[in-house]
């Protein structure tokens, strides 16, 4: 292929993409060829795959064009983060207790992906187990900056254009957080809108399947069609939302990057005529932050009851200072803690009345220098505790580093959140990107 045609291929949508496989304008090896020429280029620096095989995807994409692609993702690329089950790729949980570990299945979102004709490229770096002992990932944007965590090789693969989407999961900020880093869209639905049956478990309450992409169209698209739930595609046109602007609590701790954008997308907004609305924290709203300490502290430590009790010498000394952090939640604090989500999530229906979505930070600022820390998860953790759907979206560059805004809206309403983020991003018009 000419270096033009890579490029046309590479500046296609996911959308757009399946639409022109599945009527044979564009074959899937053409796809795959594309990408993995990006893959070959950005994989030496940025290193976020665990396993990906030029080979294996080139003979995957020439057999789904012999068999006639025509499903809804015909075509789309796709990475899975290394926590989530496959069966003819290495699923190692970002551990050494599980490296070259192979599972009998492929977890639900991978069955339905590739049922739906999507062309799965390989797995991604995950932090081990998804807490926050660092893999090899770097930042796209700068080598020597994180690219967060625990969703660092999904969110690092989209945000250097070496796949259209991929699979992350969040217990506290690993999808939201990571993409405000990279620059790229992290949509956390629902609590269970996507099935996260086949990932490695911390927390049954809160571990929740997402998806990473370049915009809101295409993770709500994608999203819909493994969901199975085509009402969260976002509308052609959608409405002008009602915006609740919520400096969150400890927001002492959001750096100036972070103030930035929250001013840049204040500005933007209001002079694109959207109405937005000062709400104010509630004095209640930071023991949400306990509450999520009770419940994945006494979750995680059941949990990953195997590893510590007989592979404890084997795990990164992160997690082993994360699961000591997180064995001083008794079960009193677990049970309270179940208890107060509830009174909490009613508190967040009466917060939102009258506004659409709450606009709030996604991390304290841009992704911190070094690869030791995967950056704090202070401005996620309330809402990941209240199951509720949250998208982070780019807003700028702050000293050549991403920094984004972060969407909430309330528990079950994906689709108006989906809307809403796709009316503020065509605002905001972020163009800084790497792909």
């Known amino acids: ?25 564009l074959r899937t090896v053409d796809v795959a060829a594309a990408f993995l020429e990006v893959c070959e280029a950005r994989e030496p620096i940025v290193q976020a795959w665990k396993h990906l095989s030029a080979e294996e995807v080139l003979a995957e994409a020439a057999r789904l064009d012999k068999a006639g692609v025509s499903g809804p993702l015909a075509g789309v690329t796709v ?34 992906s590739r049922s739906s004709d999507a062309l799965i490229i390989g797995k991604t770096v995950s932090t081990e187990f998804a807490m926050s002992h660092p893999g090899k990932t770097r930042n796209p944007y700068n080598s020597a900056h994180t690219p967060g965590g625990s969703s660092s090789g999904s969110c690092a693969a989209v945000s250097a254009g070496m796949v259209h989407v991929a699979f992350g999961t969040q217990t506290a900020g690993s999808i939201v957080r990571p993409a405000a880093y990279c620059g790229v869209t992290g949509y956390k639905p629902t609590f269970g809108t996507l099935d996260a049956s086949g990932v490695k478990v911390l927390s ?13 169209r295409d993770v709500a698209w994608v999203t819909a069609h493994v969901a199975g739930r085509l009402g969260l595609e976002v509308q052609e046109e959608p409405a002008k939302p009602v915006v609740g602007l919520f400096r969150t609590s400890r927001w002492e701790l959001a750096e100036p990057a972070a103030i930035a954008a929250m001013e840049t997308t204040e500005r933007h907004l209001k002079d694109a005529g959207v109405s937005v609305k000062v709400v ?3 004095d209640t709203f930071d023991r949400l932050h306990q509450t999520h300490h009770g419940i ?21 000394a992160n997690t082993k200072d994360f699961l000591t952090l997180l064995g001083t939640a008794t079960l009193d604090d677990y049970e309270a803690a179940k208890a107060e989500v509830i009174s909490q999530r ?31 998860p202070v401005f996620n953790t309330p809402w990941t505790t209240m199951q509720v759907p949250c998208l982070s979206l780019p807003v700028e560059l702050f ?33 800084d990107r790497l792909y």
């Open 79 to 112: 990475g899975v983060k290394d926590v989530i089950d496959t069966k003819s790729m290495p699923t190692g949980y970002g551990s050494k207790v599980y490296e070259g570990f192979h599972s009998y299945w492929d977890a639900p979102c991978v069955a339905l």
């Open 346 to 376: 009613e508190m967040l229906r009466r917060l939102m009345d009258g506004v659409d979505v709450l606009l709030t930070p996604p991390a304290p600022g841009t992704a911190p220098e070094g690869l030791s820390v995967t950056g704090a």
């Open 280 to 282: 104010e924290v509630p």
């Open 204 to 216: 049954h309450s809160l571990d929740t399947l997402g998806l990473i992409g370049r915009d809101v």
């Open 1 to 25: 292929m000419t270096s033009e045609t890579v490029t046309s291929i590479l500046n296609l949508s996911a959308r757009e993409t399946a639409s022109k496989v599945a009527t044979g304008e």
């Open 399 to 431: 000293g050549g580093l991403p920094v984004g805004i972060q969407v909430v809206g309330r528990y079950g309403e994906d689709s108006r959140m989906l809307d809403a983020a796709a009316y503020i991003e065509a605002v905001l018009g972020f163009s």
């Open 296 to 316: 994945m502290g006494w979750e995680t430590t059941q949990a990953l009851a195997y590893e510590r009790l007989h592979h404890w010498d084997r795990l990164g």
